[in-house]
């Protein structure tokens, strides 16, 4: 959702309190913008005559009104009546709005616990990991005895989202309590990679030399960062490099810095995904 959209309607003098979300709105868009980002926390009370009064009478969308009351008359899902919402507005991309849809459709009847996990889950799928981390700490907070199997579904994730905002320290305290739990092999192998990404060479040569039990899941990890760097070697990214080669020949140092960077940016997603998915 990062293109340029225009508005829809007016600004509400008067907001609308989705008591879901706990929030005001003053806009259609702010309607579309949450309920992309919390579709766990979305249910049947979003479909509310309340809130389409609002759209046709702060928001002036009375032609998106005319096509909501019919919805709501007839009991349609929430997929549906949210789904009309954002296609009217035009909020997100056809990928974007399949997955706020699919994520509806998969929320009918769970839990408020298991809610709130996909909620979590929804979060970190869609790369906003510093929300799918808090989601996860509150999560393991409100957790009773009897849903401690759900702890290492989380602590494996919390490990993942925190890779991805490159705090492998963190990430690979995650890990071990996800691993020390379920003994997973995969886990093992992510585990690994966390603490790798962290250390230099000599310090991991060193981790490993007092984790032989994990030298499977090491060799494992190896053989996946090799197949990282063989498909680096043919890459657009290494022609690239190559052909930058002459901005610093040619003395052009500034230039040359700043597209390495860009380079190494979409390198280092690329590698963290092959190397802990």
Known sequence: MTNVRLCVGEYAHTPYYLNNICINVFSIEEVCYLLALNPFMIDATIMDEKLIDWIENECKIKELADALRPLLKRGSSVSEFVGTILSYVNYCDKEEEELVYETLRSASGLSDMARKKRQADFLLKSGRYEGAISEYEALLSSLEETQSDLKPKIYRNMGYA???????????????????????????????????????DEKYINFMSEHTFMHEASMELEKKLNDVMGSFEGSQENIMLNALKIYKDEGNVASYYDEIDKVIAGLKEDYLKQALD
């Open 162 to 200: 925190y890779a991805r905002l490159f705090m492998f320290d963190v990430s690979s305290k995650y890990y071990k309590r996800a691993f020390d739990m379920t003994k997973d092999p995969e886990i093992a192998v992510q585990y690994l990679a966390a603490v790798r990404l962290n250390l230099s």
